[in-house]
């Protein structure tokens, strides 16, 4: 499974965070940039789609689909 | 499985297109017809009060995508006018009849128009809510100020913010002591006013708006202080009303008082006049009055919320009510974003339940606000300001306090 958000469109939302915390996360706290795992296990599914659903500028995407 | 042949959704917004979405990923094959009466097929609101304003983004950028394979019979530019529900049919404005199995709500919410006194004047008066509207406003900022807006909420802040970057004149008039009040509270509320003071906006508090002046063409307005500000254009923003009129004589049961939402159990089911949730029709998005999260010390039963995530957090689990499956309670802690005057505002919770404001950080240079919401011993909300990283872990704690509770109906 791949995951590829397009950090042009992140917003900072969050939103991806809340659904998937072992996948994405907010790596420097001075910067607020989000970090992510691209290649997550496959457990992970669910949870990937439920970020790609929730994030509000759209950025975060499913094995290259728009999901 | 005894799902429903046919799923009619009133409403072609976020939480129709939401809706029927997980309808399909649930696996529901049958007839899906979804009425809208707007022009437009679904398209995405947040957009219309910052980006669009300032021309960053076009309305064609604020477009949904409909996912491949949704199969969907689009009845766009026709609004429903009534429910039978003993018949299970539902009236278009058009007259045309539709029947159905399973009815989902979705018909959001519509800003609330200018309450007097007087009619407002022919033209140069303006509210925010579709895609027309917005464009209509951008056309009128373009032209030049000043900007009156009416409401200092989440909205019409934003719209402040707008107009400021675009370099009107903008007064901001409110009847509460601080801008957002009622949402962040006082504590945030003042910090705000402050950045919108510093941005150039005329912020007149404690005041209301008792005129709008010029018969054809707006030409300003008269303030309870009995100043009179000149206007070009006046947005009222005055808050959001769900479109629920056409279920009046349907006998569901709608949140009088509160919201004016159709009253829903968890899932989304929407109630009877007898309390009991009608398994053949769910509510969601701005239309919906879920439960309160935290029931007791006079608090209503129900609350409409009207965040963009209600609509997309509860749209599985309203679908799985409908289908008649089982569902894991999927416990949704709402949240909300407001992007103005460069600042990054993110609040999960409901921070306007609380009663006490905890400041964890507050950086006025950098513009950064962490804060936390308090009732009696329970975090009930927080907010960030430029920290969104500090968000979830506030969040897991708010969804521990609120699920550990059991919630009525
Ligand atoms: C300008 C603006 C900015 C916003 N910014 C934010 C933000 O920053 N963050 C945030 O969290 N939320 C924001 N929101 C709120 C968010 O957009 C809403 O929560 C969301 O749109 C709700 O979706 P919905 O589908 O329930 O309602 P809507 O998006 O209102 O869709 C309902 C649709 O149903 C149609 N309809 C109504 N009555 C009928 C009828 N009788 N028959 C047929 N169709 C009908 C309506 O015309 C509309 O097309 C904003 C809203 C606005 C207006
Ligand atoms: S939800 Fe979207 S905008 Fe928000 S942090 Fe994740 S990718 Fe960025």
């Given at each position: 499974m791949k995951v590829h958000v397009d950090m042009a469109?992140?917003?900072?939302?969050?939103?991806?965070?809340?659904?998937?915390?072992?996948?994405?996360?907010?790596?420097?706290?001075?910067?607020?940039?989000?970090?992510?795992?691209p290649s997550p296990g496959p457990g992970r599914r669910a949870a990937v789609e439920q970020a790609v659903l929730s994030c509000p500028v759209r950025a975060v995407a499913l094995d290259g689909g728009a999901g | 499985m005894n799902g429903p042949g046919s799923v009619v959704v009133v409403g072609a917004g976020l939480a129709g297109l939401r809706a029927s979405t997980a309808l399909r990923e649930r696996g529901f094959t049958g007839g899906l017809t979804v009425v809208g009466d707007e022009p437009h097929g679904p398209y995405d609101r947040p957009g219309l009060s910052k980006d669009v304003l300032t021309g960053r983004r076009t309305a064609a950028d604020t477009d949904l995508p409909i996912p491949a394979g949704l199969d969907a019979r689009w009845r766009l530019g026709r609004r429903a006018v009534a429910l039978d529900r003993v018949g299970r049919r539902l009236l278009l404005d058009d007259g045309t009849v539709l029947g159905y199995d399973g009815l989902v709500i979705a018909t959001g919410a519509a800003a609330r128009p200018w309450p007097g006194p007087g009619a407002p004047p022919g033209s140069g008066v303006h509210t925010l809510r579709g895609r027309e509207d917005a464009l209509a406003l951008r056309r009128a900022l373009t032209k030049g100020g000043p900007l009156l807006v009416v409401g200092a909420g989440f909205l019409g802040s934003e719209v402040a913010s707008a107009a400021r970057a675009l370099e009107l004149p903008v007064t901001l008039v409110d009847a509460a002591r601080r801008p957002m009040e009622r949402a962040v509270g006082s504590v945030v509320g003042s910090v705000l006013a402050d950045v919108q003071k510093a941005a150039g906006v005329d912020l007149r508090l404690g005041t209301t708006v008792t005129g709008l002046l010029g018969r054809q063409a707006l030409e300003g307005a008269l303030l309870s202080d009995g100043t009179r500000v000149a206007a070009r254009t006046v947005l009222l923003a005055l808050g959001a009303r769900p479109n629920t009129e056409w279920l009046r004589d349907s006998g569901l049961r709608l949140n009088e008082g509160t919201s004016g939402g159709v009253s829903c159990d968890r899932r989304g089911r929407a109630l009877g006049a007898d309390g009991r949730p009608a398994p053949d029709t769910v509510v969601l998005g701005d239309a919906a009055a879920p439960p309160h999260p935290l029931p007791g010390d006079g608090s209503p039963a129900h609350l409409g919320i009207g965040h963009w995530s209600e609509a997309v957090d509860r749209a599985d689990s309203v679908a799985a009510a409908l289908l008649g499956q089982e569902c894991p309670a999927h416990e949704t802690v709402p949240s909300f974003w407001s992007d103005q005057f460069g600042l990054r505002i993110r609040s999960v919770g409901l921070p306007q339940l609380a009663d006490r404001t905890e400041v964890r950080e507050h950086d006025p240079v950098?513009?950064?606000?962490?804060?936390?919401?308090?009732?009696?011993?329970?975090?009930v909300g927080a907010l960030t300001v430029n920290r969104t990283s500090r968000l979830a872990a506030h969040r897991e704690r708010i969804k521990q306090e609120w699920h550990q509770r059991t919630i009525p109906v």
């Open positions: 469109l992140c917003e900072s939302h969050g939103q991806c965070v809340f659904a998937a915390p072992d996948v994405f996360a907010f790596d420097d706290e001075e910067e607020e940039e989000l970090v992510y795992e | 950098r513009s950064r606000m962490e804060v936390a919401y308090h009732r009696g011993p329970r975090i």
